[in-house]
């Protein structure tokens, strides 16, 4: 999955941009004295504003561990200290509970977005008998998201239900982005989307889509390259996940050890 460097977040907000033109001068003020005054929310806000006042957070809130707040912004998880002087870009991982370590509120925000997208507007793949709901951003080109495809109907057969929103990686405008878009118009979608997966050509369509929507839904929820698997209650999953690992982490997050 594409990484992005610290410097992405100085200058302009696209993600894209910046990681292609980092400054690495511009990480000098995150050595700066820290803010005073204010909510330990108020003081990160106000620290991110003062590395680029555009800077504009889609969510904040207290990390799953002592001294930090979450910070989400364009795709990226970000973590930085409660007196806004030090900012740290890596998922943490919660060793006992063996799964990426998420804070309740970063959990609730992904949730009420992923809920927004209508059923209609998903490529859903059901179990005969569903334990499991998996929402899973995908595009129809990298190799990881053809392999989770492939194991479709073992994890159908566990028990899990996948659901497909499009994530053209190259971007809109793409001929990724306008194959995906042909993919959600066919008359049959879970045929076109299985068909394009294989490396077969896809057929042009054109139709009102929830392509680019569920593109900027994706950015906004933290996904910057695909596959990328939430569980019902908001948790990332990682990328590819193999079937019986899939399922485990599944189980675990059902029985209230996901975090």
């Not at 910046?18 to 700066?32: R, T, Y």
């Not at 899973?136 to 492939?150: A, M, P, S």
């Not at 019986?244 to 189980?251: G, H, I, T, V």
């Amino acid at each position: 999955m594409l990484r992005v460097a610290i410097a992405a977040l100085f200058g302009a907000l696209s993600l894209t941009a910046c990681a292609q033109q980092p400054s690495a001068p511009a990480a000098k003020p995150a050595a700066s004295a820290p803010v005073a005054g204010g909510s330990a929310e108020q003081r990160v806000r106000t620290a991110l504003q003062q590395l680029d006042p555009k800077f504009a957070p889609d969510f904040i809130g207290a990390a799953p561990f002592a001294g930090f707040r979450e910070v989400l912004v364009a795709g990226q998880v970000l973590y930085v200290s409660d007196d806004g002087r030090y900012l740290m870009q890596s998922q943490p991982y919660d060793i006992q509970n063996k799964a990426p370590a998420s804070s309740p509120g970063l959990l609730a925000y992904r949730r009420g977005l992923l809920d927004k997208v209508p059923q209609g507007e998903r490529i859903v793949f059901a179990a005969p008998n569903a334990k499991y709901t998996v929402s899973v951003f995908t595009d129809i080109e990298c190799g990881y998201c053809r392999k989770l495809h492939q194991d479709i109907a073992e994890l159908n057969r566990n028990g899990i239900t996948v659901e497909y929103l499009a994530f053209p990686r190259m971007g809109l405008g793409s001929q990724d982005y306008t194959d995906m878009i042909s993919v959600w118009c066919a008359a049959d979608r879970k045929q076109a989307l299985t068909a394009a997966k294989t490396g077969k050509p896809v057929t042009p369509k054109s139709c009102t889509n929830p392509v680019a929507m569920q593109y900027t839904l994706g950015q906004q929820i933290g996904v910057n390259g695909t596959p990328a698997i939430f569980a019902a209650d908001g948790t990332q999953l990682g990328g590819y996940v193999p079937p019986a690992q899939l399922k485990a982490a599944l189980e675990r997050i059902s029985a209230g050890g996901s975090r």
